[in-house]
């Protein structure tokens, strides 16, 4: 589809992970016409005149603390069943450009004043017009005012001070901390979060608010998660996924207006490597006091649905910088589970809230 011109750095967080991997062959597949646009919302004709920059024009780079190179990981997603071996073979040249500008990461308490020049470095070197930074590494433990920055807030202000732009992926604070919201407010710069709304979630904010429309009382909805690989493994640490419970706990309760009894529970099954299942309950009750249930079952691949994703928001809120938009971008909501300054969490109404916004933008300079 139509797309302006312009040479955008895509610096991931996390950049060794399936999620970042999946999303750097995606591009480079796109570009190169060797796959369908499935799943990319900004393909849709929708966003054919919001001038977003091409697939082509995306060059990828990134911070890590896992050692284990793109191409490794790729293939590692290839034996998985997540992408085709010979699409991997097809995209090396690109997997190996972009892991020629990963650097390393950092821990908590490590300062950002590195981050900031790698980025800088990285924007410079390769002649780019714009650098989005994307957090889609492992989710961390909620954060507590007074507590060191974690490391997602250290990344959300290296990004800031280097003038870029910045995406939440994960449940991380990130960019939410005040001191580093203000920081992109003072520097006129986009962010968007948090945490990419990609499966049990996205069933959930859809179904919601059919039952508000329909006037019937949810009483219960109950949910279990499995998960391999590595979210999996970081999530199976009861502190961690508190962050990720309390994001995807928002949605049924603010969509219906009441609290609705949510328990949750997230646990690790190595043996699903990528893969993930959800199996959720409902309870509720309709006319004259019948009380009814719903279950649905969620299998999919997180880093196939989340990567999309990715280069999706990358696009848009690169566009956004361009248009000199700042703050928190409350119309990418139809993107997250936990999204700043949403009006809704319904589905339906995010997407037209999206469109209206995307539009707005093919008109701006």
Not at 94 to 104: D, G, K, M
Not at 115 to 126: G, K, Q, Y
Request: hydrophobic residues 45%.
């Amino acid at each position: 589809m139509g797309s302006s011109s312009f040479r955008t750095g895509v610096w991931l967080v996390g950049a060794r992970g399936s999620v970042a991997t999946s999303a750097v062959c995606g591009a480079a597949a796109l570009a190169g016409g060797l796959v369908d646009p499935v799943g990319c919302v900004t393909e849709l004709p929708q966003f054919a005149a919001a001038g977003l920059p091409a697939y082509g024009d995306l060059v990828f780079g990134g911070h890590d603390l896992v050692g284990i190179p793109l191409e490794k990981r790729a293939q590692l997603l290839a034996d998985g069943g997540v992408l085709a071996h010979r699409l991997v073979d097809q995209v090396r040249g690109e997997l190996r450009a972009a892991e020629a500008e990963i650097r390393p990461g950092v821990s908590a308490g490590d300062g950002p004043d590195r981050l900031a020049e790698d980025l800088a470095s990285f924007r410079s070197r390769l002649g780019l017009d714009r650098v989005v930074v994307v957090n889609v590494a492992s989710t961390e433990p909620p954060y507590r005012p007074g507590d060191p920055l974690p490391p997602s807030a250290l990344y959300a202000r290296a990004a800031f001070t280097a003038d870029c732009s910045y995406v939440d992926f994960t449940p991380s604070v990130g960019a939410r901390v005040p001191a580093v919201a203000e920081l992109a407010t003072e520097r006129g710069l986009p962010w968007a979060g948090s945490d990419g709304k990609t499966g049990e979630t996205l069933v959930k904010a859809t179904l919601a608010p059919m039952f508000a429309a329909r006037a019937l009382k949810v009483r219960s909805w109950a949910g279990i998660n499995l998960l391999g690989g590595g979210d999996g493994a970081n999530l199976g640490d009861p502190t961690v996924a508190r962050s990720k419970i309390a994001s995807k706990a928002k949605v049924v309760s603010e969509t219906l207006g009441y609290p609705v009894t949510g328990p949750l529970h997230i646990d690790d099954v190595p043996d699903l490597g990528e893969w993930k299942t959800a199996w959720d309950h409902v309870s509720f009750e309709g006319f004259l006091g019948a009380r009814m249930t719903l279950q649905f079952t969620w299998a999919g691949c997180d880093s196939a649905l989340a990567a999309p994703l990715v280069l999706d928001l990358a696009r848009l809120v690169a566009r956004a910088h361009r248009a000199g938009r700042s703050g928190p971008l409350a119309e990418l909501a139809f993107f997250f589970k936990d999204p700043v300054g949403a009006r809704t969490h319904s589905v339906e109404a995010q997407f037209r809230d999206l469109c209206d916004w995307a539009a707005g933008l093919g008109s701006a300079a």
